[in-house]
């Protein structure tokens, strides 16, 4: 039978997949694309039984691609930490691993199912997700050094980065040869230790990326909320996730957003709950078309300027 590989672009998705494969490897078709794209298991043809992993996107947002994979025979796998819908797939070749907690992600999950086989990886994807409490104290109890931890953590934010942008003309790396670069490796310190070049170039342009994003203008401050500007330029796109994190790991009781210019005069926006309250980034996005996410971390991928207004008025209120 033959295996999809169904996964997220960022740091998670990539994580998961790499630990899976790692314990159970396997020849597969992959599936990705940049963060965003996460209507993805429609790729899969549903036209004969086929083995499908599907890492870190939304059941919910899904649900009929999964139907119609079961309907035509095929066993799939499921781990998430996004909405998933009222109700699982009851089918028995479905099974899936599913927890929305806010302290969680698909690495962790995925981690725990293989008994910790390949935990530093689970540990860089923890970092990679703005989960950095979590991956310090996983770090700690795996009796890593500060600078083990702080090099895990340095690799799961930059994978993070990649994952983000319009389209993967943007990224430095397509999400599938960066898998694939980085699967090598049983242990991501070992990758780090030995620096190839996909990892050099990668932290580099995070780097440099990072030093424009930092001195974005504000849009509008307040005492729960902090919103900034970006360009419709390639780099802008790169870096608005990880900036939202950065940024919401400096003003912890702050909610953070990213609002990107778009060429067809929408925005991007990603929204960051207070890192002291990892709740309600996922209502405030779905108040708005194309809205979405989780409780710590959602996105609206096409906000219309005539709501910019509204959305700024609603970041600066609903935490307040």
């Known amino acids: 039978m033959h295996t999809y590989d169904v996964f997220n672009g960022d740091a998670d998705g990539i994580c998961a997949l790499i630990q899976l494969r790692l314990a159970e490897p396997k020849e597969s078709t992959l599936i990705t694309g940049v963060k965003r794209d996460i209507e993805l298991v429609k790729q899969v043809p549903a036209t004969e039984p086929v083995s499908v992993s599907i890492l870190d996107v939304s059941l919910d947002k899904n649900r009929r691609a999964v139907d119609a994979l079961l309907a035509a025979g095929c066993s799939v796998f499921y781990v998430d930490h996004h909405f998933p819908g009222e109700e699982l797939p009851e089918a028995p070749e479905f099974e899936g691993l599913i ?186 996005a779905r108040l708005f078309p194309t809205g979405g996410g989780r409780k710590a971390a959602a996105g609206v991928n096409e906000l219309p300027a005539s709501q910019l207004e509204e959305f700024l008025n609603v970041m600066a209120n609903f935490w307040s």
């Open 99 to 284: 927890d929305t907690q806010p302290t969680t992600c698909t690495s962790l999950l995925v981690d725990q199912h293989l008994d910790g086989r390949f935990h530093n990886w689970a540990i860089a994807a923890a970092f990679g997700d703005n989960l950095n409490a979590v991956g310090e104290e996983l770090a700690a109890q795996a009796g890593l050094s500060s600078e083990q931890a702080e090099a895990l953590k340095t690799l799961g934010v930059c994978i993070n980065y990649n994952g983000y942008g319009a389209t993967v003309e943007d990224l430095h790396f397509h999400p599938a040869d960066l898998y694939r670069e980085f699967v090598k490796y049983s242990d991501p310190l070992e990758l780090i230790e030995s620096a190839p070049d996909a990892w050099r170039q990668l932290k580099d342009g995070y780097e440099a990326d990072m030093a424009q994003g930092l001195g974005a203008p504000v849009l509008t401050e307040s005492g729960s909320s902090l919103v900034v500007r970006l360009p419709d330029e390639a780099w802008a796109r790169r870096v608005s996730g990880v900036l939202g994190n950065e940024l919401a790991n400096r003003n912890p009781d702050k909610a953070c957003a990213i609002v990107t210019e778009k060429a067809d005069s929408t925005y991007l926006v990603s929204i960051r709950a207070p890192l002291n309250n990892r709740t309600g980034a996922d209502e405030v």
